[in-house]
């Protein structure tokens, strides 16, 4: 297809393009309204936001995990449990364990632990213990932190455009950025944690620059037409996400680090939906507010 019939079909349908973000949003907003109403929380949290503990036991022999979740549950059936191998860095191989619970201490578990797992916990044994109102206090603070970043990210984005049209574009391209994969890790059961809240404080920096870069061409450039000014923004916008992309997916696959791992991910699905809520929203927004104002030119003369 030419170039020429590119732009033809892009001009007649970039409407309908801009349906498809809106689309995901209205279900993504669907999924957090549901998880609120049956929970009470719009995505589940582990204990660094939550309270409880999060234990670390070095083993020499293997353990079936899932027989020791189970037991752990029916021990202590209020508190959300889980259990997870903890691997060595660079083999892959499995030297212990990792026990998140909420809403329990540590003198409740460890002695269930020494009978269940026949061993003394010593120097094999580490606990971090974090109190149900510190953990809040915790998670208070992150979104506070995460609504002042996307304030005034906002703020340097009217300043630098001063345009009302193209500043909300960027404004609403870096919202689905942390809506829609919010509602993603929801679905799959994600438990956000600290590092998961850094990630998202991460993904709108990550959301604008691809946003800005089109903005800046599209508005600010004056030669060509604007859908070849936005073509070029194209290129260099899917070479930047493409290979943030390919690292990270490299990163996801390879890190035993479930913190990196965490953050990693997180940023992996928002990079993916920014394609969407850039190329498709953004540039089909810009492109409705030029030919707008074409349009208000024409009329005046």
Not at 47 to 75: P, R
Not at 97 to 110: G, S
């Amino acid at each position: 297809m030419s170039e020429t019939r590119i732009e033809h079909f892009y001009n007649k349908n970039y409407k309908k393009l801009l349906l498809i973000p809106i689309i995901l949003l209205i279900i993504s907003i669907s999924i957090l309204a549901i998880k609120y109403n049956a929970t009470g929380e719009f995505i589940d949290r582990d204990v660094s936001l939550q309270g409880g503990i999060s234990a670390t036991i070095y083993l020499e022999n293997e353990v079936n995990i899932e027989e020791l979740t189970t037991y752990l549950q029916s021990q202590f059936p209020n508190s959300d449990i889980t259990v997870r191998a903890l691997s060595t860095f660079g083999t892959g191989s499995t030297s212990g364990l990792i026990i998140d619970a909420t809403d329990i201490t540590n003198k409740e578990i460890q002695p269930i632990l020494e009978e269940k797992l026949n061993i003394k916990l010593e120097d094999n044994y580490s606990v971090q213990e974090i109190g149900s109102s510190l953990g809040e206090s915790f998670f208070k603070e992150m979104i506070l932190a995460i609504l002042f970043a996307f304030l005034f990210m906002g703020i340097v984005v009217f300043i630098t455009f001063r345009k009302l049209v193209p500043s909300i574009a960027v404004i609403l391209s870096a919202l689905l950025d942390i809506i829609i994969p919010l509602a993603i890790i929801s679905v799959l059961g994600f438990k956000l944690s600290t590092a998961g809240i850094a990630a998202f404080l991460m993904v709108i920096g990550y959301s604008v620059d691809t946003d800005i870069l089109l903005t800046t061409r599209v508005l600010k450039r004056k030669s060509g037409t604007s859908f070849s000014r936005m073509k070029g923004a194209f290129k260099t916008g899917m070479t930047m996400t493409l290979t943030t992309i390919a690292a990270l997916t490299v990163g996801v696959i390879v890190t035993q680090s479930v913190i990196i791992k965490e953050m990693f991910t997180i940023i992996l699905i928002a990079l993916i939906i920014d394609l969407i809520s850039t190329w498709f929203m953004n540039a089909s927004l810009l492109t409705w507010y030029i030919k707008r104002k074409e349009n208000e030119a024409i009329q005046n003369t």
